[in-house]
């Protein structure tokens, strides 16, 4: 199995940036697919980005396209989920996930391993 540590999350201002880090130990990173989820309070955990195991593709929910990219770095075990122009409404717990099925998952119940979650709080 893969272990998940997320980092970088904290408070910034709407406009701001941030880069999330997901840190793997276990099992080879490279032989799974990675994924970012988040959740707001009183929400559901919703989908927001996912990438290929080598990194060659990614897809993006529609509401962080363009303001969110998502990449990895197989030789350090991180993948990275830099965030721009945030706005309020990105405010969750962001969490990284990992499946070794899929190519490329983009729903929760696809996804066999989870990190803690990482606090995202954007102000006006």
């Known amino acids: 199995q893969v272990q998940l540590v997320e980092s970088g999350g904290g408070l910034v201002q709407a406009g701001g940036s941030l880069r999330l880090s997901c840190a793997a130990s276990?099992?080879?990173?490279?032989?799974?697919?990675m994924g970012w989820f988040r959740q707001a309070p009183g929400k559901e955990r919703e989908f927001v980005a996912a990438?290929?195991?080598?990194?060659?593709?990614?897809y993006y929910a529609n509401s962080v396209k363009g303001r969110f990219t998502l990449s990895r770095d197989n030789a350090k075990n991180t993948g990275y989920l830099q965030m721009t122009s945030l706005k309020p409404e990105d405010t969750a717990v962001y969490y990284c996930?990992?499946?070794?099925?899929?190519?490329?998952?983009?729903?929760?119940?696809?996804?066999?391993?989870w990190g803690q979650g990482t606090q995202v709080t954007v102000s006006s």
């Open positions: 276990g099992r080879t990173f490279s032989s799974y697919a």
């Open positions: 996930a990992a499946d070794r099925r899929q190519e490329l998952p983009i729903y929760r119940s696809e996804y066999e391993y």
């Open positions: 990438i290929r195991r080598s990194g060659t593709g990614t």
